[in-house]
């Protein structure tokens, strides 16, 4: 298993970045929260990570903290909930916040993730408490900054706002909703990352 990855940083399109590791080029998915803290491409990085293995696709998820690590982990062994959808979570809130919410059982956060419905949160609640009633709501969980891209911010509009959008239907929202999203948020000159934290932040 792969369980780190350190390298000089690719390409970043939410939630995908590729890291460059002795001339491979590595594709690793991450959510929001670690794709915030990324450095600028061409610089080092390490990345902690979890290797998937299924009959058609072989999928590296990194993180930059050993608790979301683990909190992924202990989501994709509830019932009904895969990478995908882990991704998805931990992209719509911070690990601080979800162990929050399930701690307190409160299904009604957990529904306006995309992908949760009311039954799958229930289940989250029951499966999880005990799990993550270990790691406390006083755990050291991190709430990501934005990065600053570098370069002419009147050339990056439009693509951070398309950029931004894809990042959203990639983490299981519609499409028109999350141009909706986007649009609602979005400012001058404000890179792809800002424009996807504050739209997420705007569906909760």
Known sequence: MIGRIRGKLL???PPEVVIDVQGVGYEVQVPMSC???LPELGED???VTHFVVREDAQLLFGFTSLHERTLFRQLIKAQGVGPKLALTILSGMS???FVQAVNAGDVSLLVKLPGVG???AERLVVELRDRLSALGSDSPFTDAAPVQNQGDS???VSDAKADAVSALVALGYKAAQAEKAVQK???QGATSEALIRDALKSFS
């Open 11 to 13: 390409a970043k399109q």
């Open 185 to 187: 948020v979005h400012q």
């Open 118 to 120: 009311k039954k799958t």
């Open 45 to 47: 990085v390490t990345l």
């Open 154 to 156: 009147n050339t990056l």
């Open 95 to 97: 690990a601080q916040q």
């Open 35 to 37: 794709f915030y803290q």
